[in-house]
C-alpha cells in the first residue's frame, strides 16, 4: 500500500469535492516529474522484491488455526530489531530488511533493505534474503504464531472463530460485512477509510461470488446456510438476499477479502523511460500465465472454490465503480474493469506496438489527455495516464491537501497507486535517487522462500532476456484479459490453453541473438561487482524497424497454447519462456555452481509447467479433499483448516516431504542458516 500519513481522512462526501483537485494537481506533479526525468538515462538494474505474510495463532486444544490481529505490536517489535541490526548482523550480500504493514490487521509485508543489483551473488541470495526474513518474523512472534506466506485464509468470514482475539461482525462499522470485524482492518486511518469510501462511492457493498467447487455431496442447489440472510443492523444488509449473493457461489462482501490476500511482486528498475515502456508491455501478456502458474488460493469463507488464484476476489473487493460505472444503468460514463484489475493498456512507442493491440475499451480522462498532450507527452503515454486519472481519489487527508506541486508527488501517487494492475510502471519519486521502474503484480505468493525465489530469480531472468534478444510478446490485449479469466480458473496450469504469441524473435530473425548493451559504463555495475559480462543488464538497443515489414494480419500471430508450450516451446520462432531464459543464462557465463542454483529455481519453474510438480491451488485442494473428516460437500472445516496450516509449516520447515508439490531435495536453510554469523 501507499505511505501512511497520520492525519484526518475525509468521508467519501467530503473527499469527492476535492477528486478534481487531486487530479488537476496530481497531474502537474507528473508534470514536473516528466520535466525533471524525461532524458534520464542510464540506470543500473536494481530490483527487489515484496514478499506478503498472514500471522496465524495456533490453538493446539481447539485445534483452530486463527489469524493473529497483533500486527500493530508485531511491527513495532520487528521495527526494534531491525533498528539494532546492522548490515554486519546480517548474512553476507544482504542488508537489515523492511517489515511494512497491510491491509489486514494479520498481516505483514517484507522487502529486502536495499535492491538487489544485477550481479549473480544478488541473484542467488534472493531465497536467502527472503528466509532470513521471515526467520527475523517467526523469532519476534509470539510462541503460538507463525508467519505464512499463504495467498487466501480459508477460514477467513467463516462463521466460527477465525480471528485471535474473536471479534463479531456486527461491529464492521467501514465495511458493514456479515463476515468481517472492523477489527480485520489495519487500524491505521487510511484503511478503514478506504473500505468505507469505496462502499459509499459504489453505493452498495462490495460483492464478490466465487463460483463454489461442486463435490459429490454439495447440496445443489448451494444456498449458503451461513450467510446471515436476516441480519438488519446496517442499510445494506437486505443486499444479500435482495440478489448481491448467488447461488451456487461462495459470496463475500468486503474488502477485506480481497486486500487481506498475500502476493508476491517484483519492481525492476529500467536504464531509461523508454526501456522501461518497452519492459511494461513485454510483461502484460506474462502476468495471466504467472497468475496460473502461481495458483494458490482454491478455499475462500470456508469452501472449497472452483477457481484457483485470488485474482477476481481483489479486483471485486475495492470495486468502487457506481451502478452506472458499472454499466447496469445505460450511461456514457461505463467503465469496464474495477480500479483493480489487469492492464487496459499497452504503452511503448516502439514500432513493435501495433496500434491494433489497444483493443480493449479504455475511458480516459480526456482533458487531462489534452493537458499532457499540450505538455509534449506523446499519445501512448498521455493516454495511459489519462486512463488512471478516470478513478477518483479515495483517501485525502485534511492535512495534505494543499502541496508544493514541485516537490511532492502525494496526489499523484493517491490515483497511481489506487489503480491496482498486473503491471504498474513507477516514475521517479522526487527528491531520490530512484529511477523509472516496473513493477509486475499478478503472481501469487508462494508457502516456501524457495518457491517465491524461483519465480523472483525466473522473472528477473525473463525480464532481461526479453531485453537482451529483443523479444516480442505482443498480442491483442483483450486477449490478455481473456488468459486473465482463463488463469484463475481451476487446474488452469495443467488443463487450461492461453493465447500466446507464436513468433518472439525480432523480424527477420530465426535464432535468439543478444546484442551488447548498449551503455556500458553508463549503466554501470555497482562497485565491487564482478565482471560485467556476468551481470544482469539494463539498457539493450530495441531493434530498429526494417524497410519492409510482411503486414501479417494480427490474428495470425498468435493462438492458443498449454502453459507446457509456452515454457517448453512451440515452433521454431518461440523457443519458450524457459527457452528464453535458457539461452539468456548462456550469454553471462555463469560459474557451473552458481547455474546449479539457478537450475534449481528453473526446474520448479519447469516441472510445474509441465507436470510433475503441482500448483500450491491443487496441492491444498486434494489436501482438504482427502482429509479424513471431509465430508465431500466443499467445507473446509476448522479441523481441516488446522491440519492444513499445520502440514503447511511442516512443508515449509521441510518436515514434512510432498514430493507432488516440491523437489526431492527441498530444504528451508539454503544459505542462511549455515553462515557462521547470521542473526
Ligand atoms: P510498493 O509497495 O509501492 O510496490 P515497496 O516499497 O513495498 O513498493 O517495494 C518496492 C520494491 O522495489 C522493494 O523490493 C525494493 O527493494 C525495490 N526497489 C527499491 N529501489 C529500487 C530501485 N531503484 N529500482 C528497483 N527496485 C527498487
Ligand atoms: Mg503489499
Ligand atoms: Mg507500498
Ligand atoms: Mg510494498
Ligand atoms: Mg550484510
Ligand atoms: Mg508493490
Redo the contacts with the bound molecule.
Keep these: ?2 505511505l501512511l500519513y497520520l492525519g484526518t481522512p475525509l468521508s467519501w462526501d467530503e473527499a469527492k469535492q476535492y477528486a478534481d483537485h487531486v487530479r488537476e494537481h496530481g497531474i502537474t506533479q507528473f508534470l514536473h516529474t516528466w520535466d525533471r526525468v524525461k532524458d534520464r538515462w542510464g ?1 543500473e538494474l ?5 514478499v506478503e505474510y498472514m500471522v496465524v495463532t495456533f490453538d493446539d486444544k481447539e485445534k483452530n488455526a486463527k489469524l493473529s490481529l497483533r500486527q500493530t505490536e508485531i511491527l513495532a517489535k520487528l521495527s526494534q530489531v531491525v533498528g539494532n541490526l546492522t548490515d554486519d548482523d546480517t548474512p553476507a550480500s544482504m542488508t537489515v530488511p ?1 517489515f ?1 504493514p497491510e491491509y489486514g490487521r494479520y498481516m505483514l ?1 517484507s ?6 543489483t544485477g550481479s549473480i551473488p544478488d541473484l542467488l541470495s534472493v531465497e536467502t534474503n527472503m528466509h532470513y526474513r521471515r526467520t527475523l518474523a517467526r523469532r519476534h512472534l509470539n510462541a503460538n504464531e507463525i508467519p505464512f506466506t499463504f495467498t487466501s485464509f480459508p477460514r477467513l468470514g467463516t462463521h466460527g472463530v477465525f480471528t485471535e482475539p474473536h471479534f463479531s461482525a456486527d461491529d464492521a462499522k467501514s465495511s458493514h460485512s456479515l463476515f468481517l470485524p472492523e477489527e480485520i482492518t489495519n487500524p491505521h486511518a487510511r484503511f478503514p477509510t478506504l473500505t468505507a469510501n469505496i462502499r459509499s462511492r459504489r453505493g452498495s457493498k462490495v460483492a464478490i461470488n466465487l463460483p463454489i467447487f461442486i463435490d459429490e455431496r454439495t447440496p445443489r442447489p448451494f444456498v449458503d446456510p451461513t450467510i446471515p440472510w436476516q441480519r438488519s443492523i446496517y442499510p445494506e444488509d437486505p443486499e444479500a438476499k435482495n440478489g448481491a449473493a448467488l447461488i451456487d457461489h461462495i459470496y463475500m462482501d468486503a474488502m477485506g477479502f480481497g486486500m487481506g490476500c498475500c502476493c508476491l ?5 529500467s536504464c531509461n523511460v523508454d526501456e522501461a515502456r518497452r519492459m511494461y508491455d513485454a510483461l502484460v501478456p506474462v502476468g495471466p500465465i504467472m497468475l496460473a502458474l502461481t495458483a494458490a488460493s482454491p478455499a475462500w469463507r470456508g469452501y472449497l472454490a472452483d477457481v484457483d488464484c485470488r485474482w477476481n476476489v481483489i479486483a471485486g473487493s475495492v470495486d468502487d465503480r457506481t451502478p452506472e460505472e458499472r454499466g447496469l444503468k445505460p450511461s456514457k460514463d461505463s467503465i469496464p474493469k474495477s480500479r483493480y484489475d489487469s492492464v487496459d493498456l499497452y504503452i511503448s512507442n516502439d514500432w513493435t506496438n501495433k496500434p491494433e493491440y489497444n483493443d480493449a475499451p479504455a475511458p480516459y480522462n480526456k482533458g487531462i489527455f489534452e493537458r499532457l498532450r499540450n505538455h509534449g507527452i506523446d499519445e501512448m503515454l498521455a493516454k495511459h495516464m489519462a486512463h488512471l486519472f478516470i478513478r477518483d481519489p479515495l483517501v485525502i487527508f485534511s492535512e495534505t491537501i494543499d502541496q508544493d506541486d514541485t516537490t511532492s508527488n502525494d496526489h499523484f501517487e493517491n490515483i497511481q ?1 489506487t489503480n491496482w494492475q498486473t503491471i ?1 510502471f ?1 516514475p521517479p519519486p522526487p527528491n531520490s ?3 523509472w ?1 516496473v ?1 509486475f503484480r499478478s503472481m501469487e505468493v508462494q508457502m516456501t522462500d524457495f518457491e517465491n525465489a524461483a519465480f523472483a530469480v525466473f522473472i528477473v531472468l525473463l525480464s532481461r532476456a526479453i531485453l537482451a534478444f529483443s523479444l516480442n510478446f505482443y498480442i491483442p490485449i483483450s486477449k490478455v484479459d481473456q488468459n486473465m479469466a482463463r488463469a484463475q480458473r481451476r487446474d488452469a496450469a495443467r488443463s487450461g490453453k492461453f493465447y500466446f504469441r507464436k513468433d518472439v524473435l525480432p523480424p527477420g530473425h530465426t535464432t535468439l541473438t543478444s546484442s551488447p548493451p548498449s551503455c556500458s559504463g553508463l549503466c554501470s555495475p555497482v562497485e565491487g561487482a564482478p565482471a560485467k559480462e556476468k551481470l544482469l543488464r539494463n539498457c539493450f538497443p530495441p531493434v530498429p524497424r526494417p524497410p519492409y515489414v510482411e503486414d501479417a494480419s494480427i490474428e495470425d500471430e498468435y493462438e492458443e497454447m498449454t502453459v507446457e508450450e509456452i515454457f517448453i516451446g512451440k515452433g521454431s520462432k518461440f523457443p519458450g519462456l524457459l527457452g528464453v531464459v535458457e539461452a539468456y543464462i548462456d550469454t553471462l557465463d555463469v560459474d557451473e555452481g552458481d547455474r546449479l542454483q539457478i537450475n534449481r529455481y528453473l526446474d520448479l519453474v519447469r516441472k510445474r509447467a509441465t507436470g510433475p510438480l503441482q500448483t500450491p491451488a491443487t496441492w491444498i485442494r486434494n489436501f482438504v479433499r482427502s482429509h479424513p473428516s471431509y465430508n465431500r460437500d466443499s467445507v473446509v472445516s476448522q479441523e481441516i483448516n488446522y491440519d492444513l496450516m499445520v502440514a503447511i509449516d511442516e512443508i515449509e520447515r521441510g518436515v514434512r516431504r510432498v514430493p507432488e508439490l516440491l523437489p526431492e531435495d527441498y530444504t528451508p536453510t539454503n544459505g542462511y542458516h549455515s553462515k557462521p554469523n547470521s542473526h
Design positions: 500500500m501507499g540506470d536494481l530490483w527487489g522484491d515484496e523492511t511494512h509485508e522487502t529486502p533493505g536495499s535492491p538487489y511482486q517484483l519492481t525492476f528498475q497507486s504498474r513507477k535517487p530512484i529511477g521502474r513493477e
